[in-house]
Each structure stands twice: as structure tokens, then as C-alpha cells.
């Protein structure tokens, strides 16, 4: 039996996958209440990636790609420009059941978790370049200040880290969450890295 919670949709234009941070401005009453909620509940919402080139809403509900990411705060600061600054670290996989508004506008909804299986690949030659890139990268300095907890027997991590380093548009880290497995995943960073140049 999946495990169904409910808890808060943030849509951007932008994504995060498991194992990654994204730094946000928050200054929407809706998203503040939502924040502050968070931190007093000590659990977090779901940031979903909104769909660009088809109408903005559906029966008055913001047009989201279905599959998105659980996150929590991880860190929180007044920005000097007045604006709240919040951290988020992405946890989860999930599913958006179904969704609905409260009276503040703010986008609330049943998710189910994905539980998902990392299996071992770093000895793999065909996916030896995925590996290699990923510890040159991780031993950047200004990566390294990121504190990202990156488990090299671990496929699924492995791809999302190096997923979120790259610079991969919001669509093709959304295609990425999509996959259902390892192997898949690792196939779509190889033709991305292909396609850098890499």
C-alpha cells in the first residue's frame, strides 16, 4: 500500500531533483504562511514544474507536471533586499494525485512517495564517464562548499547529483525525475553529456 500524504504545491518554473538545493525568494503572503507552517510542522511541500507551452491553468488549477519533487528547508535568511530566503533540499520522487485551493490561494495536494531502488553501477565501463565526471565535479571547491551527499553505489543519487550540477533545463531535469529506473536515467545523463560536448 503507497503511502498518500497532502501537503503543499509550489509551482515554479524551475525544478529540483532528490539530493539537490534550490535557493528561492519567497514573498507571496500564500508561500510565506506556507513556509512558516513548514518549519513549525518540521515537514515539507512539493515543488512542481509548471507546463510552459500549454495554457497556464486547468479548471482554475496552475498546469503542473505530475511528477515533482518533496522538499524540506533546510536554511532561511531575511535577503538583503527585505525578501525571505529559504534553502530547500530536494528528498523525494512524487506523485500528484490530486490537487485542489485553499481560501488563500495556496495550492494544496495528495502525494504519493516513489520508492526508489539505487543499484550499484560504478564499476560498470559503460557508465565509467558518468562516475568520473561526477567525483572531478565533487571535488570543485565551490561545489564541495554545497555539502552534497553524494552515495557513489548508488545509481539513482549518483544521477540526480550529477543531474542538478550540469546545466540541464528544467525540462530535461523533469524528463530525468520521469525515468522509472537507474539504468534509464544514467542512458539520458550520457546523451546529455554527449550533447555538451562531454
Known amino acids: 500500500m503507497k503511502e ?80 525571505l530566503g529559504i534553502t530547500v533540499k530536494g528528498l523525494d520522487k512524487v506523485k500528484i494525485l490530486d490537487r485542489w485551493k485553499q481560501d488563500d ?29 561526477l567525483t572531478e565535479i565533487s571535488n570543485h571547491p565551490e561545489v564541495k562548499k554545497l555539502n552534497l551527499e553524494i552515495d557513489l553505489k548508488n545509481a539513482i543519487n549518483v544521477s540526480y547529483i550529477l543531474g542538478s550540477l550540469l546545466p540541464l533545463t528544467p525540462i530535461e531535469k523533469q524528463t530525468m525525475l520521469e525515468l522509472e529506473n537507474s539504468l534509464e536515467k544514467l542512458d539520458f545523463l550520457k546523451s546529455i553529456i554527449k550533447k555538451l560536448g562531454g
Open 105 to 133: 490561494e495556496l495550492l494544496l495536494a495528495k502525494i504519493s512517495k516513489f520508492k526508489e531502488l539505487g543499484e550499484d553501477f560504478s564499476e560498470d565501463p559503460a557508465y565509467k564517464e558518468i562516475w568520473s565526471m
Open 4 to 83: 498518500i500524504n497532502t501537503y503543499p504545491v509550489f509551482p515554479l518554473s524551475i525544478n529540483v531533483l532528490p539530493g539537490a538545493y534550490l535557493p528561492l525568494q519567497i514573498f507571496e503572503p500564500r508561500y510565506l504562511d506556507m513556509v512558516k507552517s513548514s518549519l513549525a510542522k518540521e515537514e515539507g511541500f512539493c515543488i512542481a514544474l509548471t507546463k510552459q507551452d500549454e495554457e497556464a491553468y486547468t479548471d482554475e488549477l496552475p498546469n503542473l507536471f505530475e511528477v515533482a519533487t518533496y522538499v524540506e528547508i533546510v536554511d532561511f535568511n531575511q535577503l538583503q533586499n527585505g525578501l
